[in-house]
């Protein structure tokens, strides 16, 4: 979301709504879960 907020500030103002209603469709998902550690693993040739 800072993310959005912070895209706002650089953004015309045709595209600032677009982001506004993205931002009002966002679901804001609590820290307090699982966590997952992404990693990238290649197979051997």
């Given at each position: 979301m800072?993310?959005?907020a912070k895209l706002e500030h650089v953004?015309?103002?045709?595209?600032?709504?677009?982001?506004?209603?993205l931002a009002g469709?966002?679901?804001?998902?609590?820290?307090?879960?699982p966590t997952?550690?992404?990693t990238c693993s290649r197979p051997s040739p």
């Open positions: 800072r993310a959005l953004l015309p103002s045709r595209l600032r709504r677009r982001v506004a209603t469709a966002v679901v804001p998902v609590p820290g307090t879960g997952v550690t992404a």
